[in-house]
């Protein structure tokens, strides 16, 4: 089934887990509010505000993350592939939003990364950025946007990997964004880094 939409984002969630010992997504997550979240639910809140246009993609036996998205109205797709890494969780998204002109590519073990950050993205896209990034103090993180131009490049990827070759390969073609939040640095792979 695809979805047709101008700028789309893609929240990438159906990893396994391993380093961190349980399914992090579903970890207890509380916000500068006090309020307690999943950390799925943290991120897909932002991205969702920022992008309506946007799914989850979750692996097929994920049944916990699957009923707190279905809870919260988020739209998701399941990965059947997704023992292939996240080449595969990219494509999967890509072809949910198939005729989009641009995917923000958002990553679910992120929930430092601020509403903003996911509008500024989408923002460079709909202004004609062929790749746009956020940096902090000049390092590169996440979100990463990818125009209609890198559709094929995208489907094409293999394995655990994301577009870090995509934005080697076109360093000249990257809008950066500089951005005041360092949650774009931070992914989560261990309980103490919450």
Request: with cysteine.
């Amino acid at each position: 089934m695809s979805h047709t939409t101008a700028v789309a984002a893609v929240l990438l969630a159906s990893g396994f887990s391993r380093r961190f010992g349980a399914c992090k997504l579903m970890y207890p997550f509380k916000d500068e509010n006090g309020e307690t979240q999943t950390m799925v639910e943290r991120c897909a809140k932002h991205l969702f505000a920022a992008v309506p246009d946007a799914v989850v993609v979750v692996r097929d036996d994920d049944t916990a993350v699957q009923a707190v998205l279905q809870k919260n109205r988020y739209p998701w797709v399941s990965n059947p592939m997704a023992s292939e890494g996240m080449s595969a969780a990219i494509r999967c998204g890509i072809e949910y939003f198939v005729d989009a002109s641009g995917w923000v590519l958002a990553l679910g073990d992120m929930p430092y990364i601020p509403a903003g950050v996911y509008g500024q993205v989408a923002e460079a896209l709909r202004d004609g950025a062929a790749i746009a990034q956020p940096q902090y103090h000049g390092q590169g993180g996440h979100p990463v946007g990818f125009s209609r131009i890198y559709q094929q490049a995208l489907l094409q990827l293999q394995g655990d990997v994301g577009g870090r070759e995509i934005l080697r390969a076109h360093k000249k073609r990257i809008r950066c964004i500089n951005v005041d939040s360092p949650g774009i640095l931070q992914d989560v792979d261990s309980p103490n880094q919450l």
